[in-house]
């Protein structure tokens, strides 16, 4: 699939947006300090709380995150070790899922190294491959690998996707060289204080994107950092090609209209091209879309015309989940059909467009009141929050 990525600033942020087939498809802005999923810290425990079996946990100064008592058994302490964790030690965490919402970033002390094609597990003994790889063959050999590699050891691996399409070569590389980062870590955190920065998480901006192995990926940015680190990391690659942008008299923001995508993409209404819109409004709860016939010619009202409106709305609401990154539950109020068989071809519609989402959307069913039940799994935060969080800084 051919795909562009924009990378710029946008009031002191890194702004990321991916466009497919012309239309902007994921959007995320990003410090470029920000902490990530998979950033390693030195933590000191500021709070227990018993009844919800866990502590708070605090990485950076300021920066506070939920560390389960109940899921991490085992604490890397940097300290005196205890048999009962207690206010004021200082552990090893791994940032483990982002801060949604009110929430604050999940920690774990199960250390785990991301590549291009395995997730190392420093302190598990488990193999993992991905449900992606459907034949048993192929998940036979990986699985024996896999055992290989790790023996009786207390590290595991998971094989990602792209692991069936590599050499076991290249993938007993990318081990070891996990394996040498997770020993490097393991016996120097003990010597660093605390809120110190053990593990930096390397920085690939199309990560955002969700780039995958078949992408032919053109990317135009007007940072020479950013410039610099793609280039570096793809080198010369016959699937992503890279341009600087510099023209200082018409900025790459306008040029893209990405001011203009970054007030549509905020927006409740979304307009569609037969004059129907979609109206989304996200609570503390859930997410409703409304699917309402608004502008659109209504010479017939009658039943295709209604089906026509709602198969256009199915694909403008994923497009519109992935760009705005919705998750959680997720309810669709289509135009009420009389027809239970064109019901179904939406319903089937409806999921055939969210399986193009690189991140799990299930559609669920839809209910006795006509309204269609989702859910998209939890990523980073929704763009409205990374906009609101970057308009309280000014």
Known sequence: MAKEVIITNYKKQ????????????EIFLKSPDELEIGDIFIGKVKNIVDNIQAAFVEIMPGVIGYYSLKSNKNHLYAGTERKKLCVGDEILVQVERGGIKTKSFVLTSKIQLQGENIVFLGNQHFIGISKKITSDAVRDSIRELGQGLIGDAHKGIIFRTSAAKVSQEQIVEEYHLF????????STYKKLTCCSRVYLRPRNWLNYVHVSEGDDVRVVTDLPDIYDSVRELYGVSDRIQYDFYEDPSYPLMKLKSLETLIERVISKRVWLRSGASLVIETTEALT???????KAEMHKKD???????????????CRQIR???LSGIIIVDFI????REHEEQLLSELAKEARKDPVQVNVIDMTPL????MTRKRTYRPFYEQIREVASYE
Do not use: C, P, Q
């Open 179 to 186: 394996e040498v980062y997770y020993n490097n870590i393991m």
């Open 336 to 339: 009420n059909l009389s027809d």
């Open 323 to 325: 760009l705005r990154n």
């Open 288 to 294: 409703s879309i409304d699917v309402n016939t608004s």
């Open 370 to 373: 006509g309204l269609v039940e």
């Open 14 to 25: 890194h702004l990321i947006v991916s466009i497919e087939d012309g239309k902007a498809v």
């Open 303 to 317: 039943e295709e015309t209604f089906f026509r409106i709602n198969l256009e709305a199915a694909r403008e609401i």
